[in-house]
């Protein structure tokens, strides 16, 4: 039973090493110059399959930056290191209590809200709420938009509400924006909206505390590598366009068969070894 | 100031911007004088970056300014330097030589195509050999062979077996990318990290089966596409029936920076502090090396084509190269490189004057060579003094290289690879003396088409032709240039930094 779970845990290798051997039994075997290049398509794909899962993170997010997350990772790398704050920190927290000020003018009982006191009180913690209706488009709330008019140009429907230990003066910062798309709430963000806001707040907020983010790089190497495969197969079914033209065939055996003709003008038993094709 | 801060990434930037604009050029002279710009400009910095490591030590570049591991780096040394001293110097030659040659063997349609890939190639075969990053030399090592199999391809027009010849490169050599791929995963996967100098410190005292196999993929596939010996089944076919010109530069380059990355993996990347390395060196790469040396010469002596003839040689001469390495002292890898220099110049001038007989006789079968010392003496010339390079007579570079060889071999105690790379030699001077015996003694052929009169080559041919032919005359004389400078490459390397 130890061998069955060794292999069962490790299925994603498994298929990358059986698909890898499809491939290239199928470059090796195939005579036909298309079956090739699908062969090698395979083998090509299977590569990719393997770099794709060694960057998964088990549990982890697909690596899309959730909005306030870094802010929490800056805090938490201040808590650690003590002196480690800078200038642009500064910026963003000042932005962030303007922020706050901004919208607690509109919404006042938004952060009293369950989210807000289940972070510690060192830990900045990050909601995300998707208000309803919204359709997914993500603001990112940083520096630069809080410079902006807050309740007027944020289009996603996303609250973000934030607690964190502010580095200057260990003074609790309590953001809260949220944002609403529909066109007819626009105006106002109170009312009927606030309790339903209030749970997700809280739903969200547990799940971003933790974000774990897959490893992204892998991504991107294997996106490198599909533009090369993609050039390779085109590069390949052009050349075997061309020798369709040249030879009128695409079976290898049948080419080095007219090659062996063109040169000896019969049938020679050496031409596969010659013909370096083998 | 600036400019000197930028220069690393220049030979890379330059010849990768000014390779599309050959596609919207007309016909005819201009993307041939653009690129041959080109390619001169950029072996100018090439040889700029060679100086300044040189004196100063080696640079590291960050792309985009991020900093490394986390950036891309680019690293020069001297032994990249000398690398890319050599690319971009056979490109200087070749591409300016190339005119009358591809406008007989091309399509004239296709003529700008050809100026724009091969640039393209040259721009790969640099990045290859500039980066250290690990993943950064598949993804120009794509680049060069893309545009390699386009290359190989355009002889389609005077012999339709080129089709199928870069049909078999493009498989084999999508294969040993693909191992070279999965090598390059196996290793991020253990370390996190694609740098090839934070890859070694990762890995310091980390033997484990994951960074064996990584470095048994990095093999296979670095093994394929430098034709290492039993992997070289692509390579004669490629090298006859592609264009002239593009095998005088494929020749000199490609295979010699598929090699060199292969030194650089094993001694930047892993070090060899790892034990399976030596193992590796002892009962794989010095069997298969000795094994291309002997197997690849003697196949050689029986080809009626002079270029295929010549390609088998290649094989052979990879075989020096990494016979070198596999002695595995600082001295074996000083001859690998110097070796990689030399048989880049000499294969470039060899193949140049094929392609001076390819262009007056339209033949590249030893027919052609029959008594061409009296019809084209400059040409058969040039191919003489690099033919005797090619087996090491003194006074050319290909003594420098193979006298480095020896004295590695013996230095090491292996007195007796020393008389096998002597042995094998005596094998090359069968396969050039037979090629000189037809062009000294035999008689121009009085009647069929070859007994057609033909002129000397044009100068614009004879020029680069003998440039190169002259550099393997004065690197052989002056041996204190290259063996200095590749024994500092080799020390660098060795001293991992």
């Given at each position: 039973m130890a061998i069955l779970q060794f292999i069962v845990e490790r299925y994603n290798y498994w298929i990358f090493i059986i698909l890898m051997m499809i491939g290239l039994y199928t470059v090796i075997a195939r005579g036909n110059l298309v079956k090739k290049i699908i062969g090698l398509n395979i083998f090509q794909t299977s590569v990719f399959i393997y770099y794709i899962s060694i960057g998964k993170i088990a549990g982890g997010t697909a690596p899309i930056y959730v909005p306030g997350d870094m802010e929490r990772r800056t805090v938490h790398e201040e808590d650690h290191h003590g002196d480690g704050y800078n200038g642009k920190d500064h910026v963003a927290t000042e932005e962030t209590i303007r922020a706050k000020d901004h919208i607690n003018g509109q919404s006042?009982?938004?952060?009293?809200?369950d989210a807000l006191h289940?972070?510690?009180?060192?830990e900045l913690v990050t909601a995300t709420g998707v208000a309803e209706g919204a359709s997914g488009k993500v603001a990112n709330l940083n520096a630069p938009a809080l410079n902006r008019d807050l309740p007027a140009n944020i289009h996603a429907g996303e609250a973000n509400a934030t607690i964190g230990a502010a580095p200057t003066s260990d003074k609790i910062a309590n953001t809260a924006s949220f944002n609403i798309k529909d066109s007819d709430a626009a105006t106002g963000l109170g009312g009927e909206r606030e309790p339903g806001l209030g749970q997700e707040l809280a739903a969200a907020s547990e799940i971003v505390a933790n974000v774990l983010y897959s490893n992204p790089l892998p991504h991107v190497l294997i996106l490198t590598a599909i533009v090369v495969g993609v050039a390779t197969t085109a590069v390949g079914l052009s050349l075997a366009v061309r020798i369709r033209e040249a030879y009128g065939t695409i079976e290898e055996d049948e080419l080095e068969t007219a090659d062996t003709i063109a040169e000896f003008g019969k049938p020679d038993p050496d031409a596969p070894a010659r013909a370096g094709a083998r | 100031m600036a400019f000197l801060t930028q220069l690393p990434i220049l030979p890379i930037i330059l010849p990768m911007i000014c390779a599309p604009l050959c596609l919207v050029m007309p016909d005819g002279r201009a993307p041939y004088l653009w690129a041959s710009l080109v390619s001169v400009g950029t072996f100018v910095l090439c040889a700029l970056l060679l100086s300044t490591v040189a004196e100063s030590g080696a640079i590291s570049y960050a792309l985009g300014d991020w900093a490394p591991p986390l950036g891309i780096e680019y690293r020069i040394d001297l032994a990249n330097a000398l690398v890319l001293t050599l690319v971009s110097g056979v490109a200087a030659l070749t591409i300016p030589f190339s005119y009358e040659s591809i406008i007989s063997e091309i399509d004239k349609r296709q003529t700008n195509l050809f100026y724009g890939a091969i640039l393209i190639c040259m721009v790969g075969l640099l990045g290859v050999t500039i980066t250290a990053d690990a993943f950064n030399v598949f993804v120009f090592l794509e680049i060069s062979s893309l545009s390699t199999y386009a290359l190989v391809a355009l002889g389609g027009g005077v012999d339709r077996r080129a089709l199928t010849a870069a049909f078999n490169y493009l498989v084999m050599g999508t294969i040993g990318a693909t191992f070279f791929v999965i090598g390059i995963g196996l290793l991020y996967q253990s370390?996190?990290?694609?740098?090839m100098n934070d890859l070694r410190v990762q890995m310091a005292g980390e033997a484990n089966h994951m960074i064996e196999a990584g470095f048994a993929f990095i093999l296979v596939g670095l093994g394929l596409k430098a034709a290492l010996f039993p992997m070289h089944l692509w390579l004669p076919n490629a090298y006859a029936y592609a264009p002239s010109a593009v095998s005088a530069f494929i020749a000199a380059a490609s295979t010699k920076v598929a090699v060199y990355v292969l030194i650089r993996f094993t001694y930047t990347v892993f070090g060899a502090d790892f034990a399976f390395i030596s193992n590796l060196f002892d009962f794989v790469l010095l069997p298969l090396a000795l094994a291309g040396m002997f197997i690849a010469s003697i196949v050689a002596v029986f080809q009626e084509d002079v270029k295929r003839m010549l390609a088998y040689s290649s094989v052979g001469q990879i075989g020096y190269m990494l016979l070198g390495l596999s002695i595995g002292t600082e001295a074996g890898v000083q001859a690998a490189f110097i070796h990689i220099f030399n048989h880049g110049l000499m294969k470039a001038a060899l193949f140049m004057s094929v392609a001076c007989v390819m262009l007056r006789l339209g033949v590249h079968s030893c027919a052609g060579f029959h008594g061409l010392i009296s019809r084209m003496p400059f040409t058969a010339a040039a191919f003489i003094v690099a033919g005797l390079s090619l087996v090491g007579i003194p006074l050319t570079a290909g003594f420098v290289s193979k006298w480095y060889l020896l004295q590695a071999a013996f230095d090491a105690g292996k007195p007796a690879l020393g008389f096998l790379v002597v042995a094998s030699s005596l094998i090359a001077v069968i396969y050039v003396g037979r090629i000189i015996e037809l062009m000294v003694l035999r008689p121009v052929p009085t009647e069929g088409p070859l007994a057609n009169p033909v002129r000397e080559a044009p100068l614009s041919m004879l020029i680069p032709l003998w440039l190169m032919t002259g550099a393997n005359l004065y690197l052989g004389v002056r041996t204190d240039w290259t063996a200095g400078l590749a024994e500092r490459a080799a020390a660098s390397l060795m001293g991992g930094t």
């Open positions: 006042n009982d938004l952060h009293h809200g289940q972070g510690d009180a060192n | 370390t996190g990290t694609l740098n």
